[in-house]
């Protein structure tokens, strides 16, 4: 039996509707079921003890563990984990000795613990606000009411008490949350430009930054709940688009209870095995809670070609948006509730269709993050993000024209193109097999005389992750193959050891050895492979490691 973590839930989370406190357990050869209920039995006489007998108690069951969790006020989310660490260490001392600690000594000190974190007018302003249906925003240094241009924010030692708020200039504006495997950050960057070209000031975040408009306001991955709160409590933003990825749900939970849309992109691959998370229905789950973000006039945005999330809408009450590049797709879900409009690809175009209405925005072609169509992935990502634009009531005059609007070099380290004495190089950071996937098939649809590519994978994937990635790269038919140390993502793995088992799988699938070649610096690979190229290759560079310096060096070679 371990405890892998103790921490607060600051919001809705996988596990339950609200905020509190989870632990998440391995059980290893401890009798789980016994466990569990002795963990229920023992949180909740501590719960009634400490006066909180009214929070709910929640497991979630997952291979090899599970998450026990309780609810608690919104001013005490620390004391909360005070008491579910008690709580399961009371649950091992009896399990192992027979006997645990004395309910009254542990209520004591949790009673002065809860007590010393209360905030009475915090508590009074979040309930005044949910009162009012206005969204409420807590951390440790600051609450703030309201969204965006209709926000106020204070220091949490200095509240006013509700009778002293301005009520009346507090309100909500647009929120759009972006989830999914792949095409997160992308889709966040080309909404935000339909935003834009509708004349409105978009406020963004995700994995690469925080922006307000045109500017950046800190660089970093800012895709969980502190960067919603930041991009929501500017006043400046009128529509907010907040990529909510996978770390900040588990961690913390939503940022806000409240979005006008939701788009989830797919469900693929991707760090599976890491805490709680074993398979895709598992990751699914994770992704799904996004939509209790959504109220009744609220719309899901979702991937028609999606088997799990079209299987998740079939118990959704939403107002659906289904997008696909397949229009045969569609006919599929028409029967499921909530099904209506749609966004998808027919002769070349981007075409929405709201019941018998049909009205088309624009060719991919006139789209350069599509690469006139080659990228296909990037034509899924455009049609889910003109979705969700529409959804916030984005016109579609702005929508096809923020969609001509998003430059591929607006876009560091996604689908980057450099070209060069006739080359075209490829730059992305694609780090999982279906990112990956359509990278390469990107590379197969562009008319090449030969075709380089640069590859490497991180440590922590298992040896069949590493031979499915150079399975995929090789149905591309490169004519040479670079491959790549990762040192920076090694996570565990011997120097070595991963390009050599990349490298024994392409010469099994028949690569000549002649064709391969290894490097341990990113930058030396990609140098190799511009001295290799002529003119009309393409050259398709995973680069993971060292992106402003790979960028810098094909700018140069680009002038």
């Known amino acids: ?46 719960l009634d003890a400490v006066g909180w007998g009214t ?40 399990l192992e000795n027979g006997d645990g600690p004395a309910i009254d000594d542990g209520a004591a000190g949790l009673r002065e613990t809860i007590a010393d ?3 009475p007018a915090l508590a009074a302003l979040y309930a005044d606000a949910h009162h009012r249906r206005l969204a409420c925003l ?38 759009a949350l972006i989830t999914g495997t792949n095409g997160k950050t992308t889709s966040v960057r080309m ?28 660089r970093g991955d800012y895709s969980g709940p502190g960067g919603a709160r930041a991009v929501l409590r500017d006043r400046r933003v009128e529509v907010a ?71 998740y809408a079939r118990d959704s ?61 990037n034509v899924s990502n455009a049609l889910g993000a003109a979705a969700l634009a529409a959804a916030l009531g984005i016109p579609l005059e702005a929508v096809a024209q923020g969609l001509r609007n998003a430059r591929r070099e607006d876009h560091p380290g996604r689908l980057n193109v450099f070209e060069f004495d006739g080359v075209k190089a490829i730059v992305d950071f694609a780090h999982n097999p279906h990112g990956m996937q359509a990278l390469f098939d990107t590379g197969s649809n562009l008319d090449a005389k030969r075709r380089l590519v640069l590859i490497g994978q991180a440590g922590d994937r298992s040896d069949q992750s590493i031979n499915e990635l150079a399975d995929a790269a090789w149905a591309m038919q490169p004519d040479r193959i670079i491959i790549k140390e990762m040192g920076r993502y090694a996570r565990g793995r011997e120097l070595g050891e991963v390009p050599g088992i990349l490298r ?15 490097q341990e610096h990113e930058l030396d690979a990609v140098r190799e492979a511009v001295q290799w190229s002529r003119n009309g290759d393409v050259l398709i560079l995973l680069i993971h490691e060292d992106v402003d310096g790979v960028t810098r060096y094909l700018d140069n070679r680009s002038r």
């Not at 309201?146 to 929120?175: C, M, Y």
């Not at 991707?270 to 398979?279: K, M, N, Q, S, V």
């Open 1 to 46: 039996m371990e405890c892998l973590d103790s921490r607060r839930l600051t919001g809705a989370n996988v596990i339950m509707g609200r905020a509190g406190a989870v632990i998440d357990m391995r059980f290893g050869d401890t009798d789980a079921e016994a466990f569990i209920g002795e963990w229920r039995q023992q949180v909740k006489r501590m």
């Open 138 to 175: 807590v951390d440790d240094e600051f609450l703030s009411i309201g969204l965006g241009k209709g926000s106020q924010t204070w220091p949490v030692d200095d509240l006013p008490s509700p009778g002293q708020v301005d009520w009346a200039s507090l309100h909500r504006i647009p929120v």
């Open 241 to 311: 688009i907040l990529e909510t990825a996978r770390g900040g749900l588990l961690r913390r939970g939503l940022a806000l209870d409240y979005a006008q849309a939701v788009l989830i992109t797919n469900i693929a691959e991707d760090h599976l095995g890491e805490f709680a998370l074993h398979d895709l229905r598992e990751l699914a789950d994770l992704k799904w809670v996004v939509t209790k973000a959504l109220d009744a006039t609220g719309r899901l945005v979702l991937n028609a070609g999606d088997p799990l999330l079209s299987e």
């Open 55 to 94: 929070e709910q108690i929640c497991v979630r069951r997952y291979a090899d563990g599970a998450s026990l969790a309780i609810t608690a006020p919104i001013d005490a989310l620390y004391a909360a984990t005070d008491i579910n660490d008690w709580a399961w260490q009371a649950t091992r001392s009896i």
């Open 317 to 377: 009450n939403a107002r659906i948006t289904w997008f696909s590049p397949d229009a045969n797709t569609m006919g599929l879900h028409e029967h499921l509730p909530g099904s209506g409009d749609t966004f998808t690809l027919e002769d070349g175009e981007i075409v929405y269709w709201s019941g018998d209405r049909r009205q088309a925005l624009l060719p991919v072609a006139e789209i350069p993050m599509t690469l006139g169509g080659a990228a296909t992935h």
């Open 504 to 518: 024994r799988r392409f010469l099994q699938l028949g690569a000549r050895a002649e064709i391969l070649s290894y």
């Open 191 to 218: 909404t935000a430009a339909m935003v834009r070209a509708a004349g409105r000031v978009a406020g963004i975040c995700s994995t690469d930054w925080i922006a307000v408009d045109d500017t950046i306001i800190d």
């Open 117 to 119: 974190e209360q905030n």
